[in-house]
């Protein structure tokens, strides 16, 4: 936490990066003089807080490092003083760092040598809210990194580095309490603001910039979207559907993956915690968490504002202020506003596609006018109207045409003015495709001090809507000129999305002190899903008097409305115990109750499943609408300190995945089976009986290291890893229905290393990281083969084995570093920098079933950012993918053609959509800091 003066909060929020030479000669004035204390016998971050409105001291510390009861403090005495007496008996030290903050922290019983304790700000700093120091910055950019990168903290130590120069630690609360990153024995990912800001992370989607074993798949709009970590994602797209990565943003879990999609505003940090997170974030995270913080309210009035412009029309315009509105009640507002016209031209409409605007605002209000007690609300809005996700053709066989029309129409009259080829970025399409969300809710987080205890209770409401709309076929041709009683234009589809969820959380996390350390807790949930979706003309009606369009793929009407409920009840507790002094055992547990049920109603066929509640009833088979499971999943780890600097772990994770509904239109196919035991039985009555699909687990096994170097200039972590999944969830060809049906499909195993490194080399700063990752289906015999595949190409009646084969969108290999340099010269105050990054990625699949026309190869990117700063301003140009590589967001066959594999030659056509910086652009961006 800080606690500064009134006649600190009266000055500039910057004055914590004034010239250190000027804070040093305040700093020993304040030293040499003594002050009256009147602290009675109490908790000691509450005398620490009396201690520093006294003196006019800026203190940091966290509740957990300070633990504990104070003696009695009265009388004269200078702050050294004061403080011995403070810490007296105590395994606390206190050390200044460069900017003049007093840092409580920790000091080894067995060596008495230090070791750095976790540190974040606040009036009551508990395990989740975090303020973060930042990973990797030098003793002279340090002061410019707390200004320009995070100008809105509490204080200059959440940047500050060591006296010696050496890298700043890193808190994170993957594990729900406050800990050093180089403590924890797990594989943790961690992104601060000045190392995003470096590498130029200004969305949810550039995190794979930066993040190795962290992909994100696009597909047809935002809520099929999939986040994957070590391979592992979502490979079903329904509202009763897990996601296998789950988001949480302030404590507060995203209850729908596509709201994590966003600008991100004012964030502070963000950790990506890989492998099974089940024990502390619930069943929606068998492959892991990301977990983001966002800035605090500070005690004196703080603010920054931003603006960013590139040369391809990408705008960006944001603002923060903080402070206190009366004493024990502080704010924060940040707001967002970015828009980006598109990279592929829609020739039709003359309008841009695959473009966003982004509109944010997030407010904080932490009160603690009362001591022992704080309660932080977190509302927030977004609205993020995109024009997701259209795609270009990238290649087409001469000769090729389009739609099942009596006479075929020519590709010419399909393209027209479109070159097929790597540099396409042109369309022609007669619905404009777009995914127009709106997001809005709050936390309330209350907590309050029971000794060396934390008691908070931590509740949320979340809605968010999605309308979202696509061209079906692909074109701009009018079928209506060919199919009589057609309507005009083509074919579109689409609905909208709506998700609310509230959640509960009552957690009691102990101190920072002892040998034994835990966080245990009770954790309640609810979402509620709907879904409303129609299949059918441009205007999403029915094809006029027609069934199905003669596309290629003779699209029919469909239309539907589903509702999913799920309710979560659970019980869950994590521990460290130290064996001995540099032997720790962590262990956790989580039982968990899920209550799930839904209803489907197929308006064009009039049928309905699981209305009234629970109904069991279908036309023709019974059905099961309404289920539950309990589940027990849980960790157990072992960490050595070899040294001070170098700690080994091994460890074992129990994840899961939940029961999960099929809702898609597959439930509105009335059509008999022909054949099976099901014969004459509709095939959405069959789909349904199946329903719900068997839950998903998954063994994790981990061993690594977590090392620091030459007093900290240089920190090296690796991670081992090896997962395994059972009834993995994905789409497969169902044999009695002859559908391609969410099932589970046997056997999937992730294994690698990971390996995350960060440095300081004079005035050069570096961090980056890398991941050898090999994701595959190790048993898949009955997967749908893909479009036009042949029995040459391993198709047999309608299946192929896929066992063996790589999961979609899963390099086996990817790194990514990002470094400044300071320059060691100073102009009227402005210093200059240089910063950069560089990532490169292996092959990947983007079609799970391996479709060879949606391969991506191997690439490579590089930016480049040039600057000047100083305790004001920070002016940066940068140019992303200097070299001008070509690569898709994703790729695949084009089934609007008429193609085929076995002509000869094959013929084929290619479908990409281009990734945001697939090509070179150019840009600037002021910062302003008060």
């Known amino acids: 936490m800080v606690i500064r003066t009134q006649r600190m909060r009266s000055a500039s929020g910057l004055a914590v990066v004034c010239a250190i030479g000027v804070l040093g000669t ?35 510390f966290t509740e957990e490092v300070v633990a504990g009861q104070a003696t009695s403090l009265k009388g004269e005495y200078t702050v050294q003083a004061a403080l011995d007496r403070l810490l007296k008996d105590t395994n606390l030290v206190a050390e200044r760092s460069a900017s003049g903050a007093i840092m409580i922290r920790r000091r080894l019983r067995e060596t008495g040598t230090d070791v750095r304790a976790p540190m974040s700000f606040g009036r009551s700093a508990s395990a989740a809210a ?34 010696s120069g050496g890298l700043e630690e890193v808190i994170v609360t993957g594990t729900k309490r406050a800990e050093n990153i180089q403590s924890v024995p ?32 696009k597909t047809s709009q935002p809520a099929n979207n999939s986040i994957n970590i070590r391979g ?9 559907t897990e996601s296998s990565v789950a988001v949480v943003v302030d404590d507060i879990p995203q209850a729908f993956q596509a709201e994590a999609f966003a600008s991100f505003v004012d964030v502070r940090q963000v950790e990506v915690l890989r492998g099974p997170q089940n024990t502390l974030f619930g069943k929606s995270a068998s492959a892991g968490v990301v977990n983001i913080t966002t800035e605090s309210p500070t005690d004196t009035f703080t603010g920054r504002a931003e603006v960013m412009h590139t040369f391809d029309d990408e705008s960006r315009y944001q603002a923060s202020v903080s402070g206190p509105i009366v004493d024990g009640l502080n704010f924060r507002l940040s707001v967002n506003h970015s828009e980006y016209q598109g990279n592929v031209y829609d020739l039709s409409t003359g309008t841009w596609l695959n473009g966003e605007q982004d509109t944010t605002m997030r407010g904080k209000l932490v009160w603690t006018a009362l001591d022992s007690w704080k309660v932080t609300l977190s509302p927030y809005f977004t609205h993020t109207p995109a024009g997701c996700c259209a795609g270009a053709v990238y290649f087409i066989s001469p000769g090729v045409t389009f739609g099942k029309t009596k006479v075929p129409i020519p590709q010419s009259v399909i393209l027209n003015g479109i070159t097929p080829g790597p540099n396409n970025r042109a369309a022609r399409l007669d619905v404009a495709a777009r995914g127009d969300g709106r997001d809005y809710g709050s936390g309330l987080k209350i907590e309050r001090e029971l000794g060396s205890l934390t008691l908070a209770l931590i509740s949320s409401y979340d809605h968010y809507d999605l309308h979202d709309l696509q061209d079906t076929d692909s074109s701009d041709f009018d079928f209506s000129t060919v199919a009589p009683g057609a309507p005009p234009g083509g074919s579109g589809n689409g609905g909208f999305f709506r998700i609310s969820s509230v959640t509960d959380e009552l957690r009691l996390t102990s101190g920072d002190v002892g040998r034994f350390r835990y966080v245990t807790g009770l954790y309640y949930s609810r979402t509620g899903s709907l879904r409303d979706f129609v299949r059918g003309s441009n205007t999403l009606g029915p094809f006029g008097s027609l069934t199905s369009l003669p596309t290629t793929n003779s699209t029919a009407y469909s239309s539907y409305v589903s509702n999913a409920v799920s309710k979560n009840f659970a019980i869950y507790g994590q521990s460290t115990f130290d064996i001995v002094e540099k032997l720790s055992l962590t262990t956790g547990l989580r039982v968990n109750r899920e209550k799930i049920s839904y209803n489907f109603v197929d308006r064009a066929n009039r049928v309905t499943y699981g209305a009234p509640e629970c109904s069991t009833a279908s036309p023709t088979l019974p059905i099961s609408t309404c289920n539950q499971s309990t589940s027990v999943t849980g960790r157990a780890s072992l960490q050595y300190h070899l040294t001070d600097d170098v700690m080994v772990f091994g460890g074992y994770a129990r994840g899961y995945k939940g029961l999960a509904y099929d809702l898609t239109s597959t439930l509105t196919i009335r059509s008999p089976l022909t054949s099976g035991p099901l014969k004459g039985v509709p095939v959405a009555d069959a789909v349904a009986a199946k329903q719900p699909v068997p839950a998903e687990t998954v063994n994790s096994y981990e061993i690594g290291f977590k090392s620091s170097f030459f007093d900290r200039r240089l920190t090296w972590n690796v991670t081992a890893f090896d997962e395994e999944f059972q009834g993995f969830q994905a789409q497969s060809r169902d044999e009695i229905t002859g559908q391609n049906l969410l099932n589970s499909i046997g056997r999937v195993t992730s294994r690698g290393v990971e390996t995350e490194l960060a440095a300081v080399i004079g005035d050069f700063t570096l961090n980056g990281g890398g991941a050898y990752d090999r994701a595959v289906m190790e048993r898949f015999p009955n997967a749908t083969c893909y479009a036009l595949q042949t029995v040459a190409q391993g198709c047999v009646g309608g299946q192929q084995d896929l066992s063996g084969k790589p999961l979609f969108n899963a390099p086996k290999w990817n790194f990514s570093f990002n470094g400044q340099y300071d320059v060691p010269v100073t102009f009227h105050d402005w210093h200059p920098f240089v910063s950069g990054s560089v ?14 026309d949606s391969v991506q190869p191997a690439y490579s990117l590089f930016d480049l950012s040039i600057g000047t700063q100083n305790d004001h301003w920070k002016l940066t140009a940068f140019c992303n993918n200097v070299f001008d590589k070509r690569y898709a967001l994703t790729r695949g066959r084009n089934g609007v ?15 990409w959509t281009p990734a945001r910086d697939s090509v070179r652009y150019f840009g600037i961006r002021l910062g302003a800091t008060f």
């Open 26 to 60: 305040a700093v020993a004035q304040t030293q040499d003089r003594s002050f009256h204390f009147d602290i009675a016998t109490q908790s000691l971050s509450q005398a620490l807080r009396t201690f520093a409105h006294t003196c006019g001291q800026e203190v940091v």
């Open 130 to 163: 975090l303020q973060v120091n930042t990973a990797a910055v030098s003793t002279k950019a340090a002061a410019s990194d707390a200004a320009h990168a995070a100008p809105a903290r509490s204080a200059s130590a959440a940047a500050a580095p060591t006296t």
């Open 186 to 217: 797990a594989s943790v990912f961690v992104a601060t603001a000045a190392s995003m800001e470096r590498a130029n992370i200004r969305d949810f989607d550039d995190l794979v910039k930066i993040a190795p074993s962290l992909t994100i798949t």
């Open 232 to 240: 592992i994602g979502t490979y079903a797209y329904s509202i009763a």
């Open 839 to 852: 990532r490169w990625q292996s092959q990947v699949v983007f079609n799970l079933l391996q479709d060879p």
């Open 897 to 911: 053609f008429n193609i085929s594999q076995t002509a000869n030659p094959p013929t084929d056509a290619i479908n």
